[in-house]
């Protein structure tokens, strides 16, 4: 292991502060994928520990020095988590719990997988406890289960499976693959919760597309995303290249692509394509924007980025019901945002997302194609529509104009026309550009009236008509037809006229 025991800890002080904690009776061991990584020589701020004893004054103890925040996660197994941030801002985690057994090593054999089955007493961080040869199998990429029933002790471990031999390229060897696909009907006993915590790590992980390919290949999908079996084989009409199924996949893979390339530091190899440099060129300066925009969270648990591939895994998943024909024969899916987005929601509360990531998700995906019709009708977005645009979506316009592009480049994949990719990148620029750097002028203008002026000005009573009056001034603002109070006031005026005149003409022309 090339990475010092010191090195692996994301505080400098916390090696230290565990050996003073630990003594004869309560001993502290570092376990699992923290050694795993140090030995692929990759770096992680996400530390395991197993405590013979005491798991709680631990726990306490480390998070009082360290100043971060403690969370109990299972009282039964005494299972606590600090989190806190690195001098540098950097987040980390660190889980405490109590071992099973009664010595490391029987803690270690009943654990998932070999390479995950090491320890480190941090009384002793020069010796490597590896009952079963994890560094072996590490050493020659080899996925292997500790014991021929780890995956009915616990079948959540069919998906680690999947993340692990994803995430790292390793093989799952024959026995271990066998004993897998036996134990995938298991996981209807899986809690949702932890079944929603593995998959956000797989889509927060690389590789999702290959992921998803892995889990259909096991008969996994069926238990944790029903909804997406369904996709298979439904053809459709040019340009679209795949079916609905391969076209979800190559979703993802492409919005992986994107976000390489612009939520991330630059990297001139993946921008080696004519298609990824010309969105470079057209996206590449907001990318401190999208930096900031994908480091927020609406869970503390889970990431924006793993939502919004949540979301490209269902954007298309209505289609299957919403397909049709028209007179002249040609296929249609009209209306399958709307399904798609019904059935991201029943998905999404079937593993328990917070609210927020169910409204933030039904955003990204109802209102998906918006782009695309612009795209379609070679229009240039004007100050009107770019208002109502993030009026709809707000922040999650960000997460549709990325999702747009991969789905794009999903539709099209060898035959994308350069001036549709173009179009495209145009119009997201201009959106981007306004979500970014003109909130004032067109996003959200400082309001030229409120209700109590109108009422005052005009008088008028408290009521839904307000509402509509203030809603309309702001978007004549944004859309630069009026900019100070006395413009506001007359088309106030102008407008109640209208919609007097349209009530005595029994309301056809009510807005």
Same mark, same amino acid.
């Given at each position: 292991?090339?990475i010092?025991f010191?090195?692996?800890?994301?505080?400098?002080? *916390?090696p230290?502060l565990?050996?003073?904690?630990?003594h004869?009776?309560?001993?502290?061991?570092?376990?699992?994928? !923290?050694?795993?990584?140090?030995?692929? +020589?990759?770096?992680s701020?996400? @530390?395991?520990?197993?405590?013979?004893?005491?798991v709680?004054?631990?726990?306490?103890?480390v998070?009082?020095?360290?100043?971060?925040?403690?969370?109990?996660?299972? +009282?039964?197994?005494?299972?606590?988590?600090?989190?806190?941030?690195?001098?540098?801002?950097?987040?980390?985690?660190?889980?405490?719990?109590?071992?099973?057994?009664?010595?490391?090593?029987? #803690? =270690?054999?009943?654990?998932d997988?070999? !390479?995950?089955?090491?320890? !480190?007493?941090?009384?002793?961080? +020069?010796?490597?406890i590896?009952?079963?040869?994890?560094?072996?199998?590490?050493?020659?990429?080899?996925?292997?289960?500790?014991?021929n029933?780890?995956?009915?002790?616990?079948?959540?471990?069919?998906?680690?499976?999947?993340?692990?031999?994803?995430?790292?390229?390793?093989r799952?060897?024959?026995?271990?693959?066998? /004993?897998?696909?036996?134990?995938?009907?298991?996981?209807?006993?899986?809690?949702?919760?932890?079944?929603?915590?593995?998959?956000?790590?797989? *889509?927060?992980?690389?590789?999702?597309?290959?992921?998803?390919?892995?889990? #259909?290949?096991?008969? !996994?999908?069926?238990?944790?995303?029903?909804?997406?079996?369904?996709?298979?084989?439904?053809?459709?009409?040019q340009?679209?290249?795949?079916?609905?199924?391969?076209?979800?996949?190559?979703? /993802?893979?492409? @919005?992986?692509?994107?976000?390489?390339?612009?939520?991330?530091?630059?990297?001139?190899?993946?921008?080696?394509?004519?298609?990824?440099?010309?969105?470079?060129?057209?996206?590449?300066?907001?990318? #401190?924007?999208?930096?900031?925009?994908?480091?927020?969270? =609406? $869970?503390p648990?889970?990431?924006?980025?793993?939502?919004?591939?949540?979301?490209?895994?269902?954007?298309?998943?209505g289609?299957?019901?919403?397909?049709? *024909?028209?007179? $002249?024969?040609?296929?249609?899916?009209? %209306?399958?945002?709307r399904?798609?987005?019904?059935?991201?929601?029943?998905?999404?509360?079937?593993?328990?997302?917070?609210?927020?990531?169910?409204?933030?998700?039904?955003?990204?995906?109802?209102h998906?194609?918006?782009i695309?019709?612009?795209?379609?009708?070679?229009?240039?977005?004007?100050?009107?529509?770019?208002?109502?645009?993030?009026?709809?979506? %707000?922040?999650? %316009?960000?997460?549709?104009? @990325?999702?747009? =592009?991969?789905?794009?480049?999903?539709?099209?994949?060898?035959?994308?026309p350069?001036?549709?990719?173009?179009?495209?990148l145009?119009?997201?620029?201009?959106? /981007?550009?306004?979500?970014?750097?003109q909130?004032?002028?067109?996003?959200?203008?400082?309001?030229?009236?409120?209700?109590?002026?109108?009422?005052?000005?005009?008088? @008028?009573?408290?009521?839904?008509?307000? %509402?509509? =009056?203030?809603?309309?001034?702001?978007?004549?603002?944004?859309?630069?037809?009026?900019?100070n109070? +006395?413009?506001?006031?007359?088309?106030?005026?102008?407008?109640?006229?209208?919609?007097?005149?349209?009530?005595?003409?029994?309301?056809?022309?009510?807005?």
């Amino acid at each position: 292991m090339l990475i010092t025991f010191e090195a692996l800890f994301p505080v400098p002080a *916390l090696p230290q502060l565990l050996r003073r904690l630990s003594h004869a009776n309560r001993r502290i061991f570092l376990v699992g994928g !923290i050694l795993r990584d140090a030995l692929l +020589e990759k770096h992680s701020h996400d @530390l395991d520990f197993v405590v013979t004893q005491d798991v709680h004054t631990i726990a306490r103890a480390v998070a009082d020095t360290l100043g971060a925040a403690l969370y109990r996660m299972d +009282e039964e197994h005494e299972t606590y988590r600090v989190l806190g941030h690195t001098s540098s801002g950097q987040s980390f985690t660190l889980d405490f719990s109590r071992m099973r057994g009664l010595s490391i090593e029987q #803690d =270690l054999r009943a654990r998932d997988f070999t !390479i995950n089955a090491l320890a !480190i007493d941090v009384s002793q961080p +020069e010796i490597l406890i590896d009952p079963l040869k994890g560094a072996l199998d590490i050493r020659e990429k080899h996925l292997r289960v500790c014991a021929n029933t780890a995956f009915l002790d616990d079948p959540l471990r069919v998906l680690r499976g999947v993340r692990l031999a994803n995430a790292l390229k390793f093989r799952l060897l024959p026995e271990t693959l066998t /004993l897998l696909q036996q134990a995938v009907p298991r996981l209807e006993q899986v809690s949702a919760e932890r079944k929603r915590d593995e998959l956000f790590r797989i *889509l927060e992980g690389p590789d999702v597309k290959t992921a998803f390919q892995l889990m #259909d290949h096991l008969g !996994i999908l069926p238990f944790i995303l029903p909804e997406l079996t369904k996709l298979k084989r439904v053809s459709q009409p040019q340009p679209h290249v795949f079916d609905v199924w391969q076209h979800t996949l190559s979703t /993802l893979d492409y @919005l992986e692509r994107l976000f390489g390339l612009l939520v991330a530091e630059y990297e001139e190899d993946k921008a080696a394509s004519l298609t990824m440099g010309t969105a470079t060129l057209y996206l590449g300066r907001f990318r #401190d924007a999208f930096m900031s925009h994908f480091s927020a969270r =609406l $869970n503390p648990n889970r990431s924006l980025k793993a939502l919004l591939f949540f979301t490209a895994a269902y954007h298309d998943s209505g289609k299957p019901a919403a397909a049709g *024909l028209h007179p $002249n024969g040609r296929l249609h899916f009209i %209306g399958h945002e709307r399904i798609s987005s019904e059935y991201f929601q029943t998905r999404a509360r079937a593993l328990a997302l917070s609210n927020d990531e169910i409204a933030y998700g039904d955003k990204v995906i109802r209102h998906h194609m918006r782009i695309h019709h612009l795209v379609n009708a070679q229009q240039s977005p004007t100050r009107r529509a770019i208002y109502r645009f993030f009026r709809d979506v %707000g922040s999650a %316009g960000v997460d549709i104009c @990325l999702l747009s =592009l991969a789905d794009t480049l999903a539709t099209y994949h060898t035959t994308l026309p350069q001036d549709v990719w173009a179009r495209e990148l145009l119009i997201c620029q201009q959106f /981007l550009e306004a979500w970014w750097y003109q909130q004032e002028n067109i996003i959200q203008p400082p309001p030229l009236l409120r209700g109590d002026d109108l009422m005052a000005y005009l008088g @008028l009573k408290p009521g839904p008509m307000i %509402g509509k =009056l203030l809603e309309a001034i702001r978007e004549a603002q944004a859309s630069g037809d009026i900019e100070n109070r +006395e413009e506001a006031l007359h088309l106030a005026r102008t407008l109640i006229a209208n919609w007097n005149d349209s009530a005595l003409d029994g309301g056809r022309n009510e807005p």
